[in-house]
């Protein structure tokens, strides 16, 4: 079955310090693309960072960078030098391919993370 | 640029009342997504459509919802007639072919009494 885990229901985190949000992703297909979206209070999706199963290196923008360990099935979320701006919700997505081609997003349960001054 | 657009952003209405909720995708995007979201189930793909054409209403709940595309520019949901378990966050997304991104819409709250 394809699934999303994330396991951590809420994190905190010290302004300036940096954090790691979890991610496993369970999938049996060879070509499919991880991502992370960003749910601020105001309620709008946010999306800030992309991997592709086949990408060599970890994705990184600006102070987003994934932790992706294909082996561990794993695509964790780091933000470096943590911002009160920062705290919201925190979705891992996973792009899967349905029949037909087709591609839709499946979406872990979310983290919430907290910044404190 | 303009990103994906909904309206209304906020709508409370009683039970048994049609609610219809619109989206226009970023322009030049051919895929468009509807989603759900609830604290009980998080985010549900609802339906979704390519070149203007459902392609997957799995998730639509039950035949009170409907979704359309008359053209890529405009997309709608309709629940009719609504009930109290239908409040929730709705979402529109859009991506183009070739990119893996999704696009949300600042959603939709819908608050059924």
């Known amino acids: 079955a394809q699934k999303i885990t994330q396991t951590q229901p809420g994190m905190f985190v010290q302004e300036k310090e940096a954090v790691t949000l979890d991610c496993t992703y369970d999938?049996?297909?060879?070509?499919?693309?991880l991502f992370w979206y960003k749910q601020p209070s105001s309620g709008e999706m946010i999306f800030l960072i992309y991997q592709g199963s086949y990408d060599q290196q970890n994705a990184t923008e600006g102070r987003y960078s994934l932790n992706f360990q294909k082996a561990r099935k794993s695509a964790n979320l780091v933000i470096s030098a943590s911002q009160l701006g920062d705290s919201a919700m925190y979705f891992c997505a996973m792009r899967v391919t349905v029949s037909g081609g087709y591609n839709k997003l499946i979406f872990g349960a979310g983290t919430r993370l907290a910044v404190h001054p | 640029d303009a990103g994906v657009i909904q309206s209304p952003r906020h709508e409370v209405t009683e039970m048994g009342q049609e609610v219809t909720l619109r989206c226009k995708p970023i322009?030049?995007?051919?895929?468009l997504f509807w989603y759900r979201q609830t604290m009980m189930r998080g985010l549900e793909l609802l339906i979704y459509?390519?070149?203007?054409?459902?392609?997957?209403d799995s998730g639509m709940p039950e035949d009170r919802f409907s979704a359309k595309m008359p053209n890529a520019s405009f997309s709608t949901l309709k629940i009719q007639p609504s009930e109290p378990r239908d409040s929730a966050v709705y979402f529109c997304?859009?991506?183009?072919?070739?990119?893996?991104?999704?696009?949300f819409g600042p959603g939709t709250r819908l608050l059924v009494l």
């Open positions: 999938t049996s297909d060879p070509s499919y693309g």
């Open positions: 322009s030049g995007h051919d895929y």
């Open positions: 997304a859009s991506s183009s072919q070739g990119q893996e991104t999704q696009y």
């Open positions: 459509f390519n070149n203007n054409v459902p392609i997957d």
